[in-house]
């Protein structure tokens, strides 16, 4: 309710809001949340909702995971801050890089940080430039990615970013080229088998490196899941099709891990899920379980020796952000995945059937044309007919008013087109996993029985 001076008159009037709908706040109000307990987080009107998108990903260990305070407060009284600039840093960042490389599937590399995803994929990028240039391929700067993906918001990862809302920005830049969604119920033709489907992908992406010269290549970025995209795991194959396409050219592989990575998938790394070995992980999101901003980029041993020696030449790598290295944010990082390693992710695996269980109930009633996931993340995706996959008309905005109806009975999940995301903590329980499915059961009826 906006009276003069509630929370949500207050926060209306002093925020300048980001990807938030403003007519929907300016119907339905804001939500101002005071503390967390476990999965759910508590408002300042005293409403409590089960939050089934862990924040943004993110906050996989619940709102109040005592371990991961308890580690941030006894950084902040050893050692509450300092960079990684002139050979200096801290010794919990040290710690971090060790057991990144150690969780990850190199058998060598180096660790650089941020403070985000998006810093993460947009230095990634200025790695990769500078590093052709240095080794005499200036020309080899474009950097392939896929419609639909999401790789974060700053100019150069907007780029990479597949989707179209970035015209708003004049982006993205030239030389970002995006190949298609692979996503086979979408996208595969009619008679099409998935085989086929996943062929075409690997056709297309030759014909792109063929058309765009293999020696203008910078490097390959993609998600394991897309997650941004509306969770869109990949055709049967895919993965196994493009790789070696890629290897072929000598074109570096970075797999954006910052939704997959560290458990949400089933396993550590969402390119074991999809069984391959990438050059470089960019991880973030679940790497302090959501307690501090922070991004990694995990370097496999090749790409680190070539930057290296493309470094040595010319002494310095002229790149780094003031925050990046917290001691705080490596130790809180260093409890998550103590965490995760500790039975996080066990939970996740075993959550995983029931959650997969619940997706495929709901995906049995009339306008429901998918269901789809991996591990704890998962979507339904919404349409006027399921024969045909005809979506529902836009203006209807089924996907949001099936999220508003959940919000309003205390469940928190996520419209992506015209899909509900799911991706529930890592600390999850049965009880909540079948809250979620009853809550969000109750809201797809209602508002399919108004639409439909
Ligand atoms: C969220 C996300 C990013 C961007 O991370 P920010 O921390 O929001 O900058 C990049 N890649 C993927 C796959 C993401 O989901």
Same mark, same amino acid.
């Given at each position: 309710?906006?009276?003069?001076?509630?929370?949500?008159?207050?926060?209306?009037?002093?925020?300048?809001?980001?990807?938030?709908?403003?007519?929907?706040?300016?119907?339905?109000?804001?939500?101002?949340?005071?503390?967390?307990?476990?999965?759910?987080?508590?408002?300042?009107?005293?409403?409590?909702?089960?939050?089934?998108?862990?924040?943004?990903?993110?906050?996989?260990?619940?709102?109040?995971?005592?371990?991961?305070?308890?580690?941030?407060?006894?950084?902040?009284?050893?050692?509450?801050?300092?960079?990684?600039?002139?050979?200096?840093?801290?010794?919990?960042?040290?710690?971090?890089?060790?057991?990144?490389?150690?969780?990850?599937?190199?058998?060598?590399?180096?660790?650089?940080?941020?403070?985000?995803?998006?810093?993460?994929?947009?230095?990634?990028?200025?790695?990769?430039?500078?590093?052709?240039?240095?080794?005499?391929?200036?020309?080899?700067?474009?950097?392939?990615?896929?419609?639909?993906?999401?790789?974060?918001?700053?100019?150069?990862?907007?780029?990479?970013?597949?989707?179209?809302?970035?015209?708003?920005?004049?982006?993205?830049?030239?030389?970002?080229?995006?190949?298609?969604?692979?996503?086979?119920? !979408? #996208? @595969?033709? *009619?008679?099409?088998?998935?085989?086929?489907?996943?062929?075409? %992908? =690997? /056709?297309?992406?030759?014909?792109?490196?063929? !058309? #765009? @010269?293999? *020696?203008?290549?910078?490097?390959?970025?993609?998600?394991?899941? %897309? =997650? /941004?995209?509306?969770?869109?795991?990949?055709?049967?194959?895919?993965? *196994?099709?493009?790789?070696?396409?890629?290897?072929?050219?000598?074109?570096?592989?970075?797999?954006?891990?910052?939704?997959?990575?560290?458990?949400?998938?089933?396993?550590?790394?969402?390119?074991?899920?999809?069984?391959?070995?990438?050059?470089?992980?960019?991880?973030?999101?679940?790497?302090?379980?959501?307690?501090?901003?922070?991004?990694?980029?995990?370097?496999?041993?090749?790409?680190?020796?070539?930057?290296?020696?493309?470094?040595?030449?010319?002494?310095?790598?002229?790149?780094?952000?003031?925050?990046?290295?917290?001691?705080?944010?490596?130790?809180?990082?260093?409890?998550?995945?103590?965490?995760?390693?500790?039975?996080?992710?066990?939970?996740?695996?075993?959550?995983?059937?029931?959650?997969?269980?619940?997706?495929?109930?709901?995906?049995?009633?009339?306008?429901?044309?998918?269901?789809?996931?991996?591990?704890?993340?998962?979507?339904?995706?919404?349409?006027?007919?399921?024969?045909?996959?005809?979506?529902?008309?836009?203006?209807?905005?089924?996907?949001?008013?099936?999220?508003?109806?959940?919000?309003?009975?205390?469940?928190?999940?996520?419209?992506?087109?015209?899909?509900?995301?799911?991706?529930?903590?890592?600390?999850?329980?049965?009880?909540?996993?079948?809250?979620?499915?009853?809550?969000?059961?109750?809201?797809?009826?209602?508002?399919?029985?108004?639409?439909?």
């Amino acid at each position: 309710m906006t009276t003069p001076q509630s929370w949500d008159a207050r926060a209306k009037a002093a925020t300048f809001f980001g990807f938030t709908d403003l007519p929907s706040i300016n119907e339905r109000g804001t939500v101002i949340i005071t503390h967390g307990e476990g999965p759910y987080i508590i408002d300042t009107e005293g409403r409590r909702y089960l939050d089934a998108n862990s924040g943004l990903w993110n906050i996989v260990a619940g709102f109040d995971h005592e371990g991961l305070t308890r580690a941030a407060q006894e950084q902040y009284a050893r050692f509450p801050g300092y960079h990684a600039f002139f050979g200096r840093m801290s010794d919990q960042a040290v710690l971090l890089s060790e057991k990144l490389v150690e969780i990850s599937p190199f058998e060598s590399g180096k660790v650089f940080y941020t403070n985000s995803g998006s810093e993460a994929n947009d230095t990634m990028v200025k790695m990769l430039w500078f590093m052709h240039a240095a080794e005499g391929n200036p020309q080899k700067r474009k950097i392939i990615t896929r419609k639909n993906a999401y790789h974060g918001v700053t100019a150069i990862s907007a780029s990479m970013t597949g989707k179209p809302y970035n015209s708003v920005f004049g982006l993205p830049l030239d030389g970002f080229v995006h190949l298609s969604c692979p996503h086979y119920w !979408r #996208e @595969g033709r *009619d008679g099409e088998t998935e085989a086929e489907f996943t062929a075409r %992908m =690997g /056709a297309e992406l030759e014909e792109v490196i063929a !058309r #765009e @010269g293999a *020696d203008t290549i910078a490097g390959f970025f993609a998600e394991p899941i %897309m =997650g /941004a995209g509306g969770v869109i795991p990949p055709s049967d194959g895919y993965f *196994d099709t493009i790789i070696p396409i890629l290897r072929k050219h000598g074109i570096p592989v970075i797999s954006d891990e910052v939704i997959c990575g560290l458990g949400r998938t089933g396993e550590m790394w969402g390119c074991e899920t999809y069984g391959f070995t990438p050059d470089v992980i960019i991880s973030s999101k679940a790497l302090t379980a959501g307690f501090f901003p922070m991004g990694a980029i995990i370097l496999g041993p090749e790409i680190s020796d070539r930057l290296q020696r493309a470094t040595d030449a010319i002494e310095e790598f002229p790149h780094g952000f003031t925050a990046s290295g917290h001691p705080v944010g490596c130790a809180i990082a260093l409890k998550a995945i103590e965490v995760i390693e500790g039975g996080l992710l066990d939970n996740v695996r075993r959550l995983t059937p029931a959650f997969e269980a619940g997706l495929q109930r709901l995906s049995q009633m009339d306008n429901i044309g998918e269901w789809r996931g991996k591990g704890l993340m998962g979507a339904l995706e919404a349409v006027k007919d399921k024969a045909t996959k005809t979506p529902f008309d836009g203006s209807l905005s089924v996907s949001e008013r099936i999220a508003n109806t959940c919000t309003d009975h205390g469940l928190i999940c996520r419209p992506l087109g015209q899909s509900i995301v799911l991706a529930p903590p890592f600390i999850a329980t049965d009880a909540h996993l079948e809250e979620m499915f009853d809550k969000l059961e109750a809201a797809l009826k209602k508002v399919f029985s108004e639409v439909a």
